[in-house]
């Protein structure tokens, strides 16, 4: 994600001679781990922005290049096995809320 994240930006700056190179097949390393994972609820404003920030790039990314992303936005669900758990769980939906991410 990081090395197609920058050569994404690069080449929004106008930059035309970047290659990225993988250890093996495109997305075989941890990439394909996080596929679907794309939520904005987290434990810091910081990283809610960045959450939001990438959500909005995902939005607009099959308009911006012509190909087919197929992402769809439509929630997730957490669960909390613990009392201390749910208490972190309160926190963050919270913070997100103040963010204005829809929480139910």
């Known amino acids: 994600m990081m090395g197609v994240g920058l050569l994404y930006h690069l080449a929004l700056e106008g930059w035309q001679d970047c290659l990225l190179i993988e250890k093996a097949d ?3 390393g ?3 781990h996080a596929a679907g ?7 810091s404003k910081t990283l809610i922005e960045l959450a939001r920030e990438g959500v909005e790039l995902y939005a607009k990314l099959e ?4 190909g087919s992303t ?3 936005q439509t929630g997730s669900i957490a ?3 613990t009392a201390r758990r749910m ?4 926190r963050t939906i919270s913070l997100g809320r103040s963010f204005g991410i829809e929480i139910l």
């Open 26 to 28: 495109l997305t075989s």
């Open 30 to 32: 941890s990439t394909w």
């Open 37 to 43: 994972l794309v939520t904005q609820l987290r434990s």
């Open 63 to 66: 308009a911006e290049t012509a």
């Open 70 to 72: 197929r992402f769809k």
């Open 79 to 81: 669960v909390a096995r």
């Open 87 to 90: 208490n972190e769980f309160k």
